[in-house]
């Protein structure tokens, strides 16, 4: 058979339909068998192929990751970024596929929106968490790898406001105990704020490519990225961070609320066992305290609290946390604490 194997690698890839579509223009199908002595014609048309499948996949980066094209960061040897304020080209993204510059590129847009947003692990411990989030969470997301951790990234199907992008990321963190640095920083912005790596170029500071998780070699998370599952505003709006309440209440006997109120306030105990402990409807699992063959944990939603069947006892969410991770009282307050951005 004269079928190009190119053709079949990429059959019912959209991009790759595209780019035989547009070659099809042209007049020469790319996936008609070649007549006798049409080889060196058929080569040629199969680079045609890649450049056509080439460009799309640049531009469909483009139109995933690129919030403003009238300025861009670039990368400098020490890992910071600097705003060069001309236009970004496809002829940019190129370059920093190729690794020849670096791209930083910007959450928000001229007028505040961002189409993103991303959680930055930077250590180990952090991206197990961002690991164990993703596969719980039943929205579409994507691990990428970074120099020390991952960065977890959420499209949304239509631009969103800063701060609602912000607040989603917020919440997330908040409802998985993720300590980690949320994109968009800024709520808004006029200025091009705060930027994040272009994903697939050369890390300056370490010198290398970073993949993203589980979705094969390069040209298969070029293409997925070039066309990523969204986020629909409804799922969005579900996920949205509240400060935490600045009440005028003062306790009495110090003048202020304690941090572990705080955190109690913060978190419910079904919103912190739930990361950690598969409950079934009734807030019941198997207990990750003991070797529990029947499920003997409980959660009781209404009265706000957890307990073992077996013995290894219950209590709020501080309680839990403090077996967890067999910490003191006053340090599991504080590790909460700051996993939920109290101050
Ligand atoms: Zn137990």
């Given at each position: 058979m004269g079928v190009p194997r190119l053709w079949h690698d990429c059959v019912g890839k959209t991009i790759c339909l595209e780019a035989l579509a547009s070659i099809s223009k042209?007049?020469?199908?790319?996936f008609l068998s070649p007549g006798r002595g049409e080889e060196a014609d058929m080569v040629e048309r199969i680079e045609n192929h890649k450049q056509v499948e080439r460009q799309a996949i640049m531009q469909g980066l483009m139109e995933t990751?690129?919030?403003?094209?009238d300025c861009f960061a670039v990368q400098l040897k020490d890992g910071r970024y600097y705003c060069n304020k001309s236009e970004l080209t496809i002829k940019h993204i190129e370059s920093h596929l190729k690794g020849a510059l670096t791209l930083g590129v910007y959450l928000?847009?001229?007028?505040?929106?961002?189409k993103f947003a991303v959680i930055d692990a930077d250590d180990e411990q952090e991206l197990e968490r961002l690991k164990s989030m993703q596969s719980r969470l039943q929205l579409p997301s994507y691990l990428e790898l970074s120099r020390r951790g991952g960065h977890l990234w959420f499209f949304f199907s239509e631009p969103v406001s800063g701060k609602v992008a912000k607040n989603f990321g917020l919440e997330l963190a908040k409802r998985y105990t993720i300590n980690a640095e949320v994109f968009p920083k800024q709520s808004e912005s006029s200025g091009p704020g705060s930027c994040i790596r272009l994903p697939f170029g050369i890390h300056l500071k370490s010198g290398q490519r970073y993949p993203f998780v589980g979705l094969g070699d390069w040209r298969s998370q070029f293409i997925e990225l070039s066309n990523p599952k969204k986020i629909p505003l409804s799922e969005i709006l579900k996920y949205q961070y509240q400060e935490p309440q600045k009440t005028s209440k003062r306790n009495p006997l110090n003048g202020e609320i304690p941090l572990w109120e705080k955190v109690k306030r913060q978190i419910t105990v079904l919103e912190l066992v739930e990361n950690f402990v598969d409950l079934?409807?009734?807030?019941i699992g198997r207990c990750p305290f003991h070797d529990d063959k029947h499920p003997s944990f409980s959660v009781n939603i209404k009265e706000n609290y957890w307990h073992c069947f077996a013995g290894c006892g219950g209590g709020s969410v501080i309680d839990f946390w403090m077996k967890l991770n067999n910490l003191e009282f006053k340090d599991a307050v504080s590790d909460l604490a700051e996993r939920l951005g109290i101050r």
């Open positions: 042209h007049g020469q199908a790319l990751f690129v919030s403003r094209r928000l847009d001229q007028n505040g929106m961002a079934n409807s009734k807030g």
